[in-house]
């Protein structure tokens, strides 16, 4: 048996009100108004799809002290690097073991669901268990229906042989060119053709087949199917094709496009995500992905599915949630205006790839050392103990901060050093267990930030370099409003 | 502890340029500026000097690295010129060299110029810059204002004030500072402004704001150094000698190790302690005459009051509300003005603030003169609150 053993999702904070969207586009295109009801998620400047890659991965409990995992897979169409292994980043942000096979899935809206098929089928006895994370953010032209549809976010599943809270039945893919819509090589934006197309002869022709070829070979009635998920950018059509299959219409998953939007190739595994915190025990789960061609997988939950929870869980993430309605901050964080940013903002900060690799594990991973004499643990690792009591030499053990408890022991709101979102938060924070870093924060609530609240190491753009289209990543300090002064949740 | 170097070294001139913006100056004027001055005063030629240390900090700025500049500014006679470089700290390094060099017999006569110019990057504040390859991949993207802001946050916590409390007395720390200015003519800022001035400024870093943050100018100063008994064959009477002259680097104790509390400068605390064994002071706040703290921003200088054991740990929010710090209280603390209104060029501020403690003790301070000061400080500082270097200088007197 292999099957998904556990996983989590991510969601940015930030939720864009698309009213506000269409109210300053409408003049342009009236037919937005069609699009003007809730909200779509909206990476924050610091983040894109390789950051809500790490945050998803991170949702998984456990992760990052994973010594069982042996493969991670990244799927997206929107990933920062082109030619950089993205799958490797994520691995070394995970501060994961270097033997590991990572890969990059892309190319198609169909991507993640194209992937774990082939991720499930390549799960080998004696093998560890395989990452799997999807995440999109997708670039979309202003004033365009896909801006408003859109959503940004991830999800991560850990596949295995083993401890299986979904179990895979089997999976049926349909390949066909149909072109809904393409983004060249070249280009930076989508070209689409006509939805009433794209429906009618795309999802209402390629999805039954596929679905139907599945149940038939599985031999499981339809009628049997107790989550169905199809994300698709038309209200009910999953309702719609679920009737047309035979599944019972109430199974159709709600595809979350009130609060999240459609997170393109990541949205089918991030509606999984989402489905899999709700289901219960012996439930069959089908997931269909569509572009140029079908994906069908079905899945059926196990007695496990009661034991475990992802950390926040999408569900989680939804509740997070910071309502923006300016929508110049949407087009200034997707640099789709050109803004005066001021002379500060000319400094060249370069990253150089060399300084980069021989300090990746600190940059990308926040390992700092833990001196084997004392046990203070200290960021950056150095050479000589930082405890006035201790001094020894080369002394350090490798120590991720990652995923620790820390506290605000000072902070500011700095309006005057160059920020893509002023003012730049950060502080001085100070970890339960020892050490301390001086930290730009994000994701902050102005009004609720105080000394003595405690935050999460969240893994971030620190600097884009514009001049070298180079996202350096480092880690921030997100305060947790749900702690009170002595850092207790509530 | 070593010996020490009080009394071994006179100030035997000084002199310090307008500070500003000078548009219409080079780094190279205003050094000329500072040290004709200063040779004016000491009464020796560029000829006489055997040894000189020279202060930028943002060199890339304006003059570029060495001691070349200065030696071609002053056509040097091919002597030794150190170019010296230790954050904000930097003026007073290039005068403890040159005054380490005198107490060692290396030099007769040493010079120490510091230079900074600043107004030429094309906005206000300091400029945006690298701070190396590897710590701007972890440095948070901090400010100077926003570094300083983590002290009153911290502070305020620590000490359980209402952070109105504390922003009344920060804003009295600059409105004592303007009042000193005024009465400067090379001021950089010479404004008289009232609390509320500065309460209704737009905000820099939180808490800081506008007029919490010291004046970003163009500027030098330099000082020539000789041994007393020099000072004295060249003519000189009343000489003004070094007390005391200490440095102090964080380690990484602050930024890594879980103890610090953030709300004060553990180096101010150790160079105090060093500077006031140096002098033989014990009871700092009676025997202290006045100061000139680096007060970057209005709460660096409350912290240091603390630190410099001139008011109780928790308490100097009080002292300088109570007017303990004007220049009519009873220590007198930027009575030039400060970096506040002085002004900061950068490389020449420790400078800077001997040379008003040096004006003082000789009775040249025309309108700011204070009676009778017998001992002066200076506390020069750079870098972070986590991250930093303080020197504390004390000068007097000889025979104070």
Known sequence: MVGIASFGGYVPRLRLERKACVEANAWFNPALRAYAKGERSMANWDEDSLTMAVAA????????????????FVASTTMPFADRQNAGVLATALNLDESLSTLDVTGSQRCATSGLIQALHGLAPGNGRTLFVASEQRRTKAASPLELLAGDGAAALVLSREEIIAEFVGSYQLAADFVDHYRSAQDTFDYSWEERWIRDEGYLQIVPRAIKTLLERLEVPASRIGHFILPSPFPKLAQRIAKTVGIPENAAADNLDGMIGDTGAAHSLLLLAYVLGQARPEEYILVAGFGQGCDALLFRTTERLAGFSPRRGIKGYLERRRPESNYNRFLAFRNLVEREKGIRAEADIRAPLSTLYRNRRMAMALVGGQCRRCGTPQFPKGHVCVDPKCGALDSQEDYCFAGRTARIQSWTADRLTYSPDPPTYFGMVVFEQGGRLMADFTDVDASAIRVGMSVDMVFRVKHYDELRH?????????PDAASDSTGQKN | ??????????????GCSRFGERWDCNAEDLVVEAAEECFADAGVGREQIDAA?????IEEQHVGKSGVPLAFTLRLPFIPVTRVENFCASGTEAFRGAVYAVAAGAADLALAVGVEKLKDTGYGGLPQRSRGPLNDMYWANASAPGAFAQLATAYQAKHGLEMEVLKRAMAQVSVKSHENGSRNPKAHLRNRIDIDTVLRAPVIAEPLGLYDCCGVSDGAAAAIVTRPEIARELGKKDLVTVKALQLSVSNGFEASFNSWDGSHFVTNRTAARRAYEEAGIRDPRAEISMLEAHDCFSITELVTLEDLRLSEEGHAWRDILDGFYNAQGKIPCQIDGGLKCFGHPIGASGLRMLYEMYLQLLGRAAERQLPDPRLGLTHNLGGFPHQNVVSVAIIGRLGA
């Open chain 1, 470 to 478: 180079f996202p350096k990543y480092f880690w921030k300090a997100a």
């Open chain 2, 1 to 14: 502890m070593a010996r020490g170097i009080k009394d071994k070294v006179v100030i035997l001139g000084m």
């Open chain 2, 53 to 57: 240390w020279f202060s930028t900090a």
């Open chain 1, 57 to 72: 991965a991170r949702d998984v409990p456990g992760i990052e002290r994973s010594a069982e995992l042996s493969a991670a």
